[in-house]
């Protein structure tokens, strides 16, 4: 049987015993989920990330020497400050005359710059960590690789004879980085290892802000230092950019350590470095630790406190021998890992090296690498976003740069939302959290840069968030475009996170006690900032479409005006799932009446000249037609108020908007490409949404799978590409935004059989998948909720038979049955369905 055919037999296997718990489910070892490559990593973008959501390291796979560059995802300049402009309020009133009165867009524009506030911090990289070896001669037989279902980094290797293997994971149990060689030389091996960080004072400074590093005795190895008071962004010009200060709380202080033990031979410390000299395997535990102490208190840790909990992290795993460190690292991530497998078919170049892969999608089919693209955004999700951690930034967890791209902070215009995008739709709601603590901490600053700022309730953010929760405006009070320094809806956004891990977990706790007061909140604030038109409808002012312009009616470019397409989709998502939850939670009648009332108001959704769905309220003409922000296709992707089945025009029309888009450059980055691939999948274009898969791949992704952003004459590494695009695989085989869910709805026919286990849809269902020829033939329900289910399946297949807990074994054809499986005129399959219940489905033309 080809390898990428799959017998009923197989699918069905096992439904009897199957459980509820995600974790349970996929339990065997998926295929083809390992990057591997013949030659180390040359740069930092060509290196393997490692991560347990606190610690980071990308690991290059060096022969003689090798390098492990270290992360720990509290590690930021700064601390808490004053950000907010007392002066916006006087600005405001002048923005909305411009705009709504004079239609001086440009003037708004100017006066927006007078409401920012100062640049936010960066985030920072903890320290590399160097291993020399000392070889008698070539490496042959060289492999590096990435497991991911393991989450283990290998290096293997050999000299003469001999064999040496090097292991590296990041353990979320034990909270340390674990690195293991080993070699067959019955000479064993010699090596140094050494400590060093990119963040150095300037001459003459304190040498309390220094970092430094020492060997000592037993196998200890520590860097210790003091983190700058200040970071200028790096697309900032600036004759001092990296501010040191020596004054407590002023820059955090940190330190990294490893332990190292050798097994035969000696080990010793020798100045900063340790030597290793006849060990047949070497064990090293590697901490991380800072000084942060929360976003509202000053970085103040001391460096003996900070030492002490490094020294005991260190102690607790070094309790376990590496065997037990390994296994219970494994275990950890296989529990989220294989909730989801995805097989799809194994052509061409399907067992070569993954950059080799890469380098030939273009040329020869690679189906297979959709998969493990796919998988790999999984993996770095469950790497960068744990419970207890912060949620993955601009490049997850992993950084090399005191200046990195874009502060490498969270953006949240689109990039931190779209790194989540996969949490539920890819079994991996846990990793959500993360996002919800920083939510909860942006509603407390975003308070009072309301109140401040615009005289408003409520809480309110903007573009650019770090780690001290940011919520004003940047721009260092004039120098940003107000396109996206001034661009204030992030916060209706991020509540749209708590609103869907509800619609799909069904988790009214969660709704009752974190996410409605939060979504509240945001609501009141809209209702406040809503200003009314001449013609009665409400609009915001100042609006802007985020990073993009317009032509205004005086022929010049401007950025500011009101009502553009992307406010209105998400105050009005905001306020009808505020309405939702206030009714799923039996409260605030009266509220939710007003916002109904609002809602009612708001400036309607319009299609412009060449039938697109308008980006701005008025009908103007785009200045770069090619902008890679598409933000008024909100409602189409990730929003869901325009379906094939409601408000069908404005969802054609979104259409023309995309097409438009690309055909003018559009895309040509790897998240807006991602973007570009869910839009296509909403609307069920199978063949389009798989020509931005193809050009994600081809175009924008490194060698290491890594998503690129063009930059110069090179790339930058940005992951909300990778989770976008895993995102839109699953949206390609699996939607549940309209009403129902609905099997393969924009399936290319480049993948024509294949099976998906473990997608999360809403309504608390879990979903196996198995189709061939195109079309869609066994399915498999675990319900975590009763109630009614509509289930679609593409056009010339239908629901055949359903077997379900008890004597539910239903032929859809026997009008005879219980009315508990119904079809509809439209061809839709009604399931009332169990809790608790697994529903196997067969299913045929």
Not at 49 to 78: C, H, K, Y
Not at 348 to 357: H, K, N, S, V, Y
Not at 446 to 471: I, K, P
Request: charged content about 25%; glycine content about 10%; proline content about 5%.
């Amino acid at each position: 049987m080809p390898k990428n055919k799959f017998t009923r037999r197989e699918f069905v296997a096992g439904v009897s015993a199957a459980a509820l718990a995600p974790e349970a489910l996929a339990q065997a070892r998926p295929s083809g989920v390992i990057l591997w490559y013949r030659q180390p990593a040359e740069t930092w973008t060509d290196a393997l990330p490692i991560g347990n959501g606190r610690l980071g390291a990308m690991v290059f796979g060096g022969v003689e020497s090798e390098r492990l560059q270290l992360n720990e995802d509290t590690l930021w300049s700064g601390g808490p400050r004053e950000w907010n402009n007392p002066a916006a309020t006087q600005h405001l009133a002048e923005v909305r005359r411009l705009v709504l009165d004079q239609e001086d867009y440009v003037g708004a524009d100017r006066e927006c710059r007078q409401m920012q506030g100062p640049y936010n911090e960066s985030y920072l990289p903890l320290a590399n960590l160097h291993i020399k070896m000392e070889h008698t001669g070539p490496a042959q037989d060289y492999r590096r690789e990435l497991d991911l279902d393991t989450a283990i980094s290998r290096v293997s290797y050999r000299v003469g004879r001999a064999e040496y293997v090097r292991e590296a994971f990041a353990s979320a149990p034990d909270q340390v980085i674990v690195v293991r060689l080993t070699t067959s030389d019955p000479a064993g091996m010699r090596l140094a290892l050494s400590l060093d960080s990119p963040m150095q004072s300037t001459l003459g400074q304190p040498t309390s802000v220094q970092s430094a590093s020492e060997a000592r005795a037993g196998g200890v190895l520590r860097l210790t230092g003091k983190a700058p008071a200040h970071v200028v962004p790096n697309y900032v010009q600036s004759s001092n950019p990296v501010v040191y200060d020596d004054a407590e709380g002023k820059g955090m202080r940190f330190e990294a350590a490893v332990h190292a033990i050798a097994e035969g031979g000696a080990l010793r410390a020798d100045g900063s470095v340790l030597r290793v000299e006849g060990a047949r395997a070497v064990t090293l535990w590697i901490a991380g630790i800072t000084g942060y102490r929360g976003f509202e208190r000053a970085p103040d840790g001391s460096a003996a406190a900070i030492a002490a909990v490094c020294r005991s992290r260190l102690e607790d795993a070094q309790a376990k021998d590496y065997a037990a460190l390994r296994g219970a690292h494994i275990a950890d991530h296989r529990r989220l890992f294989r909730r989801v497998s995805l097989k799809l078919p194994k052509l061409g170049l399907a067992d070569a090296p993954t950059d080799e892969r890469l380098r030939g999608f273009a040329e020869r089919p690679d189906p297979d690498l959709v998969a493990l693209y796919f998988q790999y955004g999984r993996y770095l999700l469950i790497a960068s976003s744990r419970a207890g951690t912060q949620p993955a930034n601009l490049q997850g967890i992993w950084n090399e740069q005191v200046r990195p791209p874009w502060s490498s902070n969270w953006t949240a215009n689109i990039n931190v939302q779209m790194n989540y995008w996969a949490a539920e739709t890819c079994n991996l709601n846990e990793c959500h959290e993360p996002l919800f603590q920083l939510i909860e901490g942006l509603a407390k600053t975003g308070a009072r840069t309301a109140e401040v700022n615009y005289g408003c309730r409520g809480w309110v953010t903007h573009h650019n968030v770090d780690l001290w929760r940011q919520s004003a405006p940047v721009g260092d009070f004039g120098q940003g475009s107000p396109t996206w320094a001034n661009w204030g809806m992030s916060a209706p956004w991020l509540c749209a996170h708590l609103w869907e891990h509800y619609a799909f977990t069904g988790d009214s706790t969660f709704l009752r006690t974190r996410a409605y007061p939060l979504m509240k909140s945001a609501a009141e604030f809209c209702l406040d900032w809503l200003v009314e038109r001449k013609d009665g409808k409400l609009t915001t002012c100042p609006s802007e479409s985020t990073e993009n312009n317009f032509v205004g009616p005086d022929g010049r470019t401007a950025e500011t005006s009101d009502g553009c397409t992307m406010d209105m989709a998400l105050i009005s998502e905001l306020f009808a799932n505020c309405m939702e939850a206030a009714r799923a939670l039996r409260t605030d009648a009266e509220f939710a009446a007003k916002l109904k009332a609002a809602r009612a108001r708001l400036i309607p959704y319009q299609i412009g000249k060449h039938g697109q769905l308008q980006e701005w309220s008025k009908d103007f003409e785009e200045k770069t037609p090619g902008q890679r922000h598409m933000s008024h296709m909100y409602p189409l992707f990730p929003g869901s108020e325009f379906t094939s089945r409601r408000n069908r025009e404005l969802w054609k029309a979104s259409r023309v908007s995309l097409e438009r888009r690309l055909a003018a450059g559009g895309a040509y980055t790897g998240w807006s490409r991602a973007w570009a691939i869910n839009f296509w999948a909403r609307l069920l274009d199978g063949e389009k949404a798989y020509e931005s898969v193809a050009m994600l791949l081809k175009h924008s992704t490194g060698p290491n799978l890594f998503d690129t952003h063009p930059a110069g004459d090179s790339w930058i590494f940005q992951i909300d590409g990778n989770f976008g695009g895993t995102a839109a695989i699953a949206e390609m085989l699996l939607q549940s935004h309209d009403g129902g869910i609905d099997f393969l709805p924009a399936l290319p026919g480049a993948w024509p059989d294949g099976r998906v286990t473990g997608l999360r849809a809403r309504g608390g269902v879990v979903v196996d998948l198995q189709w061939s020829g195109g079309k869609a033939t066994d399915a498999r329900l675990h319900v975590g909720r009763a109630g009614d289910l509509l289930l679609r399946t593409a056009a010339g297949t239908r629901v055949k038979e359903v077997r379900g807990p008890g004597r539910w074994v239903f032929d859809t054809q026997d009008e005879g049955r219980p009315v508990v499986l119904r079809r509809q005129a439209d061809g839709a399959v009604l399931l009332r369905l169990k809790s608790g219940g697994v529903y196997v489905m067969t299913l045929g033309s």
